[in-house]
């Protein structure tokens, strides 16, 4: 005999699917769940639909959009794109309500390691925005790691002949840590990046 | 403008009701949906309909149920009643693979301070039960605690007259933990609750 009836065994095991969900949490959440009226899990079980019925990519830059081409895209600066590799880079760069510009996903950056070339990325789609005209500066906004340092370069290697000003956001100590504590290459890239004052 | 889009925004917001969810780890559960397969979708989506739909309690017991009585009423020797507060302990003690009896859920204990007196939980219901005959013992599974200590002690006086043993789960230190660490009220019902060896 399961310790669980199915319908709450069943709702555990979708819970675990979930990022770093084990069972004893699952098994708080579908307990929750049960607790819920009808219409708090008729509206949670909608909202997941929702999601996949809705959720698309915005044809200029490739991020989260309902529509075919997102809010950020139709109503923000575009001289200047942030590059980045995945749409969900952009919730947590617009979240600081610093940067003004447009973005441009990527998709995935280049690793030979994974078979993942210029191609496979949304790189052609990127030089298509900036040859339209009007774009003062790209932002390149992919990981500090091996193929997002890769990816950035390749990136400037292209994009800097059409006269457009290739950035990379800053690597160095993050704010409130301590020198003791960073990392090596964090600390070196703090040296080779060291500004004036 | 809002960071997420609508939809995303939206399951955020509902995955950030689950207990101990707070917005970052909404944040990831909702993403991980995204990337689902909408067959996958639909499934999680199901699955909580499902729960709220099927999930009965066990007319006998009060356990969760997907029938008018419950697997474990149906085919467990019902000699023995465990008593429980909610359906939830059923599973928790079921995962022992120990028990063999039935169960009786309480749907609650007696807490006068909370206004819930002995009317107000399934106790004439168990009444009932052991007056159909056949019950060899009873035991008290209610939780160490003041409300879980009174239910334990009303049972007692109702049901020993009825020539019914009750039993009460033991109170004491945790297996694996230090006498050095175990806080002061359990390793004092240990003391009193100390068993000739």
């Not at 819970?15 to 929750?32: D, Q």
């Not at 008729?42 to 990519?57: G, M, P, Q, S, W």
Request: glycine share 8%; hydrophobic share 40%; net charge neutral.
């Amino acid at each position: 005999m399961d310790i669980f009836i199915e319908p709450i065994g069943r709702l555990i095991n979708e819970f675990s699917r979930l990022p770093g969900v084990g069972k004893k949490t699952a098994l708080r959440y579908a307990y929750r769940v049960v607790d819920m009226s009808e219409a708090d899990a008729r509206a949670f079980a909608d909202a997941i639909l929702n999601v996949k019925r809705k959720v698309k990519y915005c044809k200029t830059c490739g991020g989260f959009s309902e529509e075919d081409e997102c809010a950020i895209c139709k109503t923000r600066d575009r001289s200047v794109i942030c590059v980045v590799k995945d749409p969900r880079d952009v919730a947590a760069i617009e979240k600081l309500h610093e940067f003004k510009g447009v973005y441009h996903v990527l998709h995935g950056v280049i690793d030979p390691m994974e078979g993942v070339g210029p191609n496979d990325i949304r790189i052609k789609e990127l030089l298509a925005r900036i040859g339209e005209g009007g774009v003062k500066e790209v932002i390149v906004a992919t990981n500090p790691d091996v193929s997002g340092d890769a990816t950035a370069l390749y990136l400037a290697r292209l994009i800097k002949p059409l006269g457009v000003p290739v950035t990379r956001l800053a690597h160095g100590i993050p704010v409130g840590s301590e020198i003791e504590y960073t990392d090596d290459v964090t600390l070196t890239r703090a040296f080779v990046e060291r500004n004036p004052l």
